[in-house]
Each structure stands twice: as C-alpha cells, then as structure tokens.
C-alpha cells in the first residue's frame, strides 16, 4: 500500500513543478470592480428558519452564486431578479447557459444531493432575487436573495469595508532589525494589519481549555466537565448568557463531524436562528461525507450561515490545475465571534484544526449517533477513522479594539477574489508616520498569506526574521522540510553563531506519515549537530504548534510549518508579536515542550529507497 501511494506521489508531483526563485506577486487590478466575488447556497427539502440569503456584491467585476441540493428528492427552482443575469443548470443532461431579463422568470431543476448543479449568475445591477422551491412531494417555500454589501448588518458592513489591512508605510528603525521587520514585514507584499498594541493576548496550551473558551464565547458559559468526559453529543446547552452576536468567523484545515464539530455546530445554529452572520471556511478535499453533510445541512437550515470550500488550482506560477485544486489548501486558523457588546468580542489564532483529536487525549464513543465521525486509534492509514492527540496552542485576545481590527482584516481574506485568490486591497491612507520607540515594542500585527498570489511573501518574512537574530532563535513545528531560502538564512544565522534550538516531532501518526516523518529525520540529520533539535515525546500527544521566537523579543504564533507546503501552497496567517513579556511566556511554553522531548543526533533511520524519493527537488516541494 505505502509503495502505491509513493507512486501516486511521485506522478502528481511530476505535473506540479513549482520553480525555486521566489516570484514576483502577480499584477492584480484592484480598481472597483476587480473581483469574481462567488456565494455557496444550499437547499434542502425543508423549509429554512430564516429566509434571507445574501451574496457578495463588493468589489465585484462578476458575481456567481453556486447551488447545491442536499434534499433526498428532485427540486425544482423557480426565480426572478430585479436585473438581468444568467443560470447555467442541466437540461436533459447537457449544461445550458441562459439568460434572463429583469423581473423576467427564470426556472431550473436540482438533482437530490447534487452539488453545485446549477449557478446563478445576477448581473451588476441585481440587487434582490426571488426564488421559489418546490419539491415532488408537495414541499414549497420562498427564499429572498439580497446582496450583501447593500443589506447586511451595518457592524458587518463597516468591518467588510475596511478589508483590515494595512496600506501604511512606517518610519525606518535604524540599527534594530526586528523593529524594522515590524514596520514592514514582508516588504509591503504581504496582506498585515497596521502596528496594533500587543496587550494581553492569552496563550492558550491546553486543548479542552481551548474548546471551552470557543464555548464561553458563544454560550457565555463553559460546558461541565461531565459533558467532555462522557462526550455526550447531545447534552444539554446552557444559553442563558449567551452574547449577542452581530458576526461569527470559522476558518480552519478542516472541521469534522465529531464530537468537537457537532456541538460547535449546535452553537452556531443557535445564534444563526437570531440572525448572527456566520462564515465558515474549510478545505474543500479534506471535508468527507459526514463533515460536509454536517455544515452543508446548517447552512442549508440558516442561509446566514455562509460556507465556503476553498479550492484552489489553475493559477498560474507552474500550477497544474486539477492537482493543485486538489492539494492547495486553506489552512488560516481563526475563531473569531463579534459581540454587540463590547468587551466580549473574541479573536482566537493558532495552530488548532476543529476536531476531537484537538481537543481530547482519547477518543469519545459516538456509536450512538452514526452521523457522528466514530474513531479507533489503531486505524493510522484511514483518513476517515483514524486518532491522535494533539499538543498545540493557539493566543486567545478580547481586546475590543484589537480584535475588532483583525476580524476586520479577516474580512479581505474572505472576500478575496475566488479565480485567483487575490486578497482585496486595504482601504484608507497610505501613508502614516508611527513613532520608533512604538516599533521597538509593545506592538503586534495579524497577517494573512496566500503565497501564489502575493509573491510568497511569508517566504521573505521568515527570511528576514532569521536574518535578523543576533543571538538566538527557538522554534517548535510538527513538519520539517524548509524551502531553499529559508535553510540558505537559517545557514547564515548559524554562520553567525546565532543560538538554534527545536522542538518538533520525528514520529508522525498521522496518514502521510511515511512522506513526513522521512522528511523530519531528513532535517535532523542535517542539522542535529548544529543546532539543539529535540524530538517531542508522542506517547500521549502528538506535537502540532507551529512558534518561533527571535532573540526573546519578537514572537510568531501562527498556521505556518517550517515546510515547504506552508510557504508554497497553502494559506496560512498568524501574529508577529515585538514584545519581551510575550515572548517570554511563549519562551517559557517552548521550555515546557523541551522537557517532555529527548536530544536528537544525527543518526536518523531512513530506509534508502525513501531517501531517494525525497531527495527529488519536485517531490519535496509537495511538502
């Protein structure tokens, strides 16, 4: 079986050769009107509770709205625009694409559970849709279609249009180069936030800590322990202080159907039926039947329940298309929840996935709910039934002002434009004069990385950050496997008798371990005897926080692994933190991690048909 998938392996990566040199960021025009701007709908052969849908109209050069039936039975779709546009649908097996004028009816049927069988395509001027669904069995209700930049709340109409980030130059820094990294990370191409104070910005380490506090911010109260320990899928929740929500942002890897995915969904539902705009964003490959029957059917039940499958592919810069749509995913982590009330807004940002294996030592028995994901720890190779547990961390802040602000940036990552990927530009001046000593401290940034449109420029950043420790750098992440330039400034940091110490894992339970954990004992038989690596012990936990930490002053908490995926493939995002406290905590969590690790040498066991596999430049840069 192994044998098979290196093959496989090794003729996708063939077609999907992606060349060293770091490109140029693509030119995109980001003049109003610039985006293909693309909202999923979901119907289902019931009613839904609420019966606005909106679709993205910002910034858009073309709109399309996607729709998917998950009902068991045939639909039949009837509609009307208050402009003109197109519906491209089957008829009689053969996809059609016709027209439709002004309040002229337009008609399509939906196949049961057919995905994206048809699409609506309103013209520039639409702004309301009307549409009709019946089914064979009597089934019929009424859906509004609104665009969303004209009718949505006017708190998520203020964040959308701010886009969050940051066009401004700062002042330079002379002689302290991490400051001056603050001022301008990745040399203006990547999407940041303006300098923000670092404030109090929790450090979240322990994995049922973390659900729960996603369960304070929506409920207002932590679940029992009872509840955790038994898994208990439909225990009873406690609204009574919930906040008030105008809007709710879920990004991650991937979100399952589990115990984890399953009462975060009851949550969502919950705020969803009084009117809170939800978004959600998940990797498209990586969603399964259960995953996508759960979160198609919430969106389906609440159409303020925005979700989007990323798919990338066909970009440019040596893609392969159907490979990389395939490959590419989103991997920025965000739970964000903003409250109309200020002071119980929430933020939170890091390494974590949205599954059990994130949040519990062992396995819960979900038998009794066979929708529900049912996991064995013995079953490593499935993708479906596999188990481990993850040590990770994500940074928690409730700072109205600062979490408000990288929502806000969350916004550009959202509306990006879908053919290529492209993040909206940021809005507002570009030109700002921030004082030196407020760069030299006390300050953070968000940032948000798409590396195929913005001329990878996380790459440059993390270049820059190695180039600019004097003294030391430590750094935990579960996968090893550094793009040329990143290793040529880690080389120059040891050329420099910079101090490196990592934290990171050489056994993988994991499905692609035999490609990952190749890879690690690559790395730590390059560098064992240059720089102090230490191997995390995964008997109960698996290590997956991704940290680095220059010279004990700036901090990185982020998505992004020491891989070459992270940094050419995939989207990732996190915080630069300039600020000693902060990164003393974070310092103090690495030294934690250290003394449940063992000292690793160079002598890695490798099998020699491996080495050779992953010694093919093409192959590599898969990972």
């Known amino acids: 079986m192994r044998l098979v998938w290196i093959a496989l392996l090794v003729v996708a990566a063939s077609c999907g050769r992606i060349e060293t040199p770091a490109p140029e960021a693509p030119a995109v025009d980001r003049s109003m009107g610039w985006r293909h701007a693309r909202t999923n709908l979901y119907l289902d052969d019931r009613a839904p509770e609420t019966q606005v849908f909106r679709f993205s109209g910002l910034d858009a050069a073309r709109m399309s709205i996607p729709i998917s039936s998950i009902a068991k ?5 009837r509609g009307r625009c208050d402009g003109a546009g197109e519906v491209e649908a089957a008829q009689d097996g ?10 002229a009816p337009f008609a399509f049927d939906l196949p049961s559970g057919a995905r994206d069988a048809a699409v609506l395509v309103p013209g520039p001027d639409v702004r309301t849709c009307r549409l009709q669904v019946r089914g064979a069995d009597g089934l019929s209700y009424r859906l509004r279609l609104e665009r969303e930049e004209l009718s949505a709340p006017l708190r998520v109409r203020q964040l959308d249009a701010g886009r969050g980030g940051c066009h401004r130059s700062f002042g330079s820094v002379p002689g302290d180069a991490l400051a001056a990294i603050m001022a301008a990370p990745g040399r203006g191409a990547l999407s940041v936030t303006c300098p923000m104070p670092a404030g109090d910005g929790e450090l979240m380490p322990d994995a049922r800590e973390a659900f729960q506090a996603r369960a304070m911010a929506l409920t207002g109260a932590r679940l029992p322990d009872a ?21 709710i942002y879920i990004s991650s890897l991937h979100m399952r159907a589990d115990f984890t995915g399953y009462m975060l969904t009851r949550m969502l539902a919950w705020h969803a039926a009084r009117g809170t705009v939800i978004r959600i964003m998940l990797t498209d490959s990586l969603q399964l039947s259960l995953d996508r029957n759960l979160y198609a ?24 298309g159907a490979f990389d749509r395939l490959h590419r995913a989103n991997h920025v982590k965000v739970f964000a929840t903003l409250a109309r009330r200020p002071g119980r807004s929430v933020f939170m940002i890091g390494g974590r ?12 028995d979900l038998s009794p709910w066979p929708f529900l994901r049912s996991y064995t720890v013995d079953r490593m190779y499935s993708i479906v039934f596999f188990f481990a547990a993850y040590r990770d961390l ?11 602000r990288m929502a806000a940036h969350m916004a550009a990552y959202w509306h990006r434009d879908h053919d290529s990927q492209a993040l909206a530009d940021p809005q507002g001046p570009r030109a700002d004069n921030v004082p030196a000593a407020a760069l030299r401290g006390g300050t953070m940034r968000h940032f948000v990385s798409v590396p195929y449109t913005d001329g990878r420029a996380l790459e440059q950043l993390y270049v820059d950050l190695f180039d600019a420790a004097q003294r030391r750098i430590d750094m935990t992440s579960p996968f090893l496997n550094m793009t040329p330039r990143i290793a040529a400034a880690m080389e120059r940091a040891l050329a420099r008798g910079v101090s490196l110490r990592l934290v990171t894992r050489t056994e993988i339970p994991e499905p692609a371990t035999i490609f990952a954990t190749t890879l690690n004992r690559l790395f730590v038989e390059a560098y064992a005897d240059r720089m102090t690596i230490l191997a995390h012990d995964p008997r109960r936990w698996t290590l997956h926080s991704k940290i680095l930490v220059v010279d004990a002053r700036l ?18 995002n996190g915080v630069l933190i300039l600020d000693r406290a902060q990164a003393g905590r974070v310092l103090r969590l690495i030294d934690e991690y ?28 898969l990972f």
Request: hydrophobic letters at 40%; a negative charge; aromatic letters at 8%.
């Open 73 to 77: 039975q045939r639909l039949w779709v």
């Open 94 to 103: 053969v996809s059609a694409l016709r027209g439709f004028t002004r309040d």
């Open 227 to 247: 509840v955790l320990d038994s898994g208990n899928a439909m225990a009873a929740i406690d609204f009574t202080n919930a906040p008030e929500l105008d809007l």
């Open 297 to 320: 059917d919430l969106a389906a039940r609440f159409p303020n329940v925005q979700l989007q499958m990323f798919r990338a592919g066909g970009l440019g810069q040596g893609d392969s």
């Open 353 to 364: 996935n949205l599954h059990d294996g994130f949040t519990f030592d062992q396995p819960r």
């Open 394 to 404: 994500e940074m928690r802040f409730d700072d109205e002002a600062v979490v408000r």
């Open 555 to 572: 901090a990185v908490i982020s998505s992004t692994n020491l891989n070459q995926r992270s940094f050419l493939h995939d989207t990732e």
């Open 594 to 621: 250290g003394r449940d690790s063992m000292r690793q040498e160079n002598e890695q066991p490798i099998s020699g048909f491996l080495r050779r596999v992953m010694s093919l430049g093409f192959v590599r840069r």
